[in-house]
C-alpha cells in the first residue's frame, strides 16, 4: 500500500514565525487532506487538495502530485497552533484516507 | 464542512465487559463510514470499513468478532468493543466522506480506557 513520510517529525516555534511541512508519498494520489489534532484529539480538517495550491488565512497548502509531495505552509504562527499535523492521502482499498506520522508543533509564546 | 458526532467522548470501564460506541453524521447521509484507532503518540489506524446495509469490512489484524461493527442507517454507524481488556485501550476515531467522497470529516474520538 501506500507509504506517507512527514518531516520534521518534531518542530519547535517562536509565536510569529513562519514554517513548512512537508509530506512525500510513495504512489500517486487524486486525493489528500491535511489536518490538525488539536490537544484534545480532534481532527480538525485544513485542506482537501489533491492537486495546486490553496490558502486560508494564515494557512497555505500545495500539493504536486506528480512528483507526490504536498507543503503546508504555516505564517505568522501563534500558540493555538500547537499540536499534530497529519497529511492523509486517500489510498486505502476502501477509500480510506492513509495517514502519516504527523509533524508535532510547538509555538511557544 | 460535514459535522460527525461520537458519543461517549470518554469511557473508562472493567476488564470484561463490552463498550458501545456511537458515530452519527449530523448533517448528511453517510453509506460509509471508517472507524481508526490511535495509540498514544502514533498515528490513525483504519480498523474496519463501515457499509450501510452491509457488512462492515475489517484491516488485517483486527478481530471482527471482538470489535463489532453495525451501520443501522444512513446517519448512524456503531462499534462495540466486546470482552474488552486493557490492551483494548486506545482513542477510537470515526469518519464520513461528504457526498462528494472527496472529503473525509472526523468524529471527536472515544477515548476508552479498560481496567
Known amino acids: 500500500g501506500i507509504q506517507v513520510e512527514q518531516s520534521p517529525p518534531d518542530l519547535i516555534l517562536q509565536e510569529g514565525a513562519n514554517s513548512t511541512l512537508r509530506c512525500n508519498f510513495s504512489?500517486?494520489?487524486?486525493?489528500l487532506q491535511w489536518f490538525h489534532q488539536n490537544p484534545w484529539g480532534q481532527l480538525i480538517n485544513l485542506f482537501y487538495?489533491?492537486?495546486g495550491t490553496k490558502q486560508n488565512g494564515r494557512l497555505s497548502a500545495t500539493t504536486v502530485a506528480t512528483e507526490r509531495y504536498s507543503l503546508l505552509y504555516i505564517s505568522s504562527s501563534q500558540t493555538t497552533d500547537s499540536g499534530v499535523y497529519f497529511c492523509?492521502?486517500?489510498?486505502?482499498?476502501?477509500?480510506?484516507?492513509?495517514f502519516g506520522k504527523g509533524t508535532k508543533l510547538s509555538v511557544k509564546p | 464542512g460535514a459535522v460527525v458526532s461520537q458519543h461517549p467522548s470518554r469511557v473508562i470501564c472493567k476488564s470484561g465487559t463490552s463498550v458501545k460506541i456511537e458515530c452519527r453524521s449530523l448533517?448528511?447521509?453517510?453509506?460509509?463510514m471508517f472507524w481508526y484507532r490511535q495509540f498514544p503518540k502514533q498515528s490513525l489506524m483504519l480498523m474496519a470499513t463501515?457499509?450501510?446495509?452491509?457488512?462492515?469490512?475489517?484491516e488485517q489484524g483486527v478481530e471482527k468478532d471482538k470489535f463489532l461493527i453495525n451501520h443501522a442507517s444512513l446517519t448512524l454507524s456503531t462499534l462495540t468493543v466486546t470482552s474488552a481488556h486493557p490492551e483494548d485501550s486506545s482513542f477510537y476515531i470515526c469518519?464520513?466522506?461528504?457526498?462528494?467522497?472527496?472529503?473525509?470529516?472526523f468524529g471527536p474520538g472515544t477515548r476508552l480506557t479498560v481496567l
Open positions: 469518519s464520513a466522506p461528504d457526498r462528494t467522497y472527496n472529503e473525509q470529516f
Open positions: 504512489d500517486s494520489v487524486n486525493n
Open positions: 487538495i489533491p492537486s
Open positions: 492523509a492521502p486517500k489510498g486505502g482499498s476502501q477509500g480510506n484516507l492513509i
Open positions: 448533517d448528511f447521509q453517510a453509506t460509509t
Open positions: 463501515s457499509n450501510e446495509g452491509s457488512k462492515a469490512t475489517y
